[in-house]
């Protein structure tokens, strides 16, 4: 029963739809030299341009509103990327049961600048606080993010990130 849901009837809607275009379509062209007498002298050749043309603005009309139903489809992203400040990430996104954002689950992952490799975090002993900053196993060094000069401890950065993913997702 699935299987004709999914395959069966979009097929023939299809057709169906095609078969409608094919009929409109001939119809027009048989009517056009009645209703315009002076079409009669027309070359065929303008005629099948006058098809064509017809085609591809039906074509057009369906692309838009394929667009316009895409659109008004919920945006759950399961994946997407961007930088913050100095440095790139990218973040595999999770939806879970539940219609609230903690319902959401980001795994954001930060790339080393030069060879776009997963970082890991790296705890650093400020005097006030611990933090974490992002290392690198292949450049054997930390990049951290920074604004300016200043240092963005890697849970604020992750927070960030966050807050900007769950602010371009629909839940
Ligand atoms: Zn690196």
């Not at 699935?2 to 299809?14: E, L, R």
């Not at 095609?18 to 030299?33: A, K, R």
């Not at 990049?143 to 966050?162: F, L, Q, S, W, Y």
Request: aromatic letters at 8%; charged letters at 25%.
């Amino acid at each position: 029963m699935n299987y004709i849901k999914q395959h069966i009837i979009p097929m023939a809607i299809a057709a169906l739809g095609s078969f409608v275009v094919y009929i409109l379509l001939s119809i027009f062209s048989d009517m056009l030299p009645v209703l315009l007498p002076s079409l009669k002298e027309i070359a065929v050749v303008v005629y099948i341009k006058m098809i064509l043309l017809l085609i591809a603005i039906i074509l057009i009309l369906v692309l838009i509103i394929c667009a316009i139903i895409n659109k008004s489809k919920p945006h759950k992203p399961r994946a997407m990327s961007g930088k913050f400040h100095n440095i790139e990430w990218s973040a595999e996104i999770e939806y879970r049961e539940g219609r609230e954002y903690r319902d959401v689950r980001t795994h954001i992952v930060w790339l080393c600048p030069k060879y776009k490799t997963p970082l890991s975090l790296k705890q650093m002993d400020a005097p006030n606080a611990k933090y974490h900053t992002l290392y690198c196993s292949k450049c054997k060094k930390t990049h951290d993010v920074e604004n300016k000069g200043e240092i963005i401890p890697a849970e604020n950065a992750d927070m960030t990130v966050r807050r900007e993913i769950l602010k371009n997702i629909d839940i």
